[in-house]
């Protein structure tokens, strides 16, 4: 059974592992801890404003996954640092759908109606899992001028969030 919690910093060094390790080791992306400073100042960081900064544990506290939201402003957010390990991955075990269901139900009791993220083209499986769960591919002059670009990102996508009780009216 997977626990989606908010962040501790006693899960500062298992963050910045899993993160580490499926960026350089598994996909090859050509980034450091340097690159992202963000990962050390992790409350200051996300947990802002309507931010905020979860992690995916199984029950005998293994850091399986990762997920955070950057208020931006204006009602918007941006994901960032969405990670699931390898051995955790696909839908038997929904890491990943409970990590973004997660920050959905966080977004609309924010008020934040609109997402956006940014990917790097290597991470295939994690584009198809976007455009699953309702995110489009934008271009990447029609982010918003408040996004939080990351230079390893060229793939970006937006979703509109509705309110459940509005969903289920129309």
Known sequence: MIQVKEYQSVYEDSVIDLILDIQQIEFKV??????????????????????????ATTLSGQ????????????QMGAIRK??????FRGKELGVAAKLLATLLKHCQAHSINKLYLGTNPRLQAAMRFYEKNGFEQLPVDSLPTAFPRMAVDSIFYQKTITNALTQHLN
């Open 30 to 55: 050509p980034i450091t801890l340097e690159d992202q400073p963000d990962l050390l100042i992790i409350p200051q960081f996300y947990c802002q404003n309507a931010g905020n900064f979860w992690v």
């Open 63 to 74: 850091l399986v996954g990762t997920i955070a939201l950057i208020d931006i402003g204006h």
């Open 82 to 87: 969405m990670f699931v390990h390898q051995d």
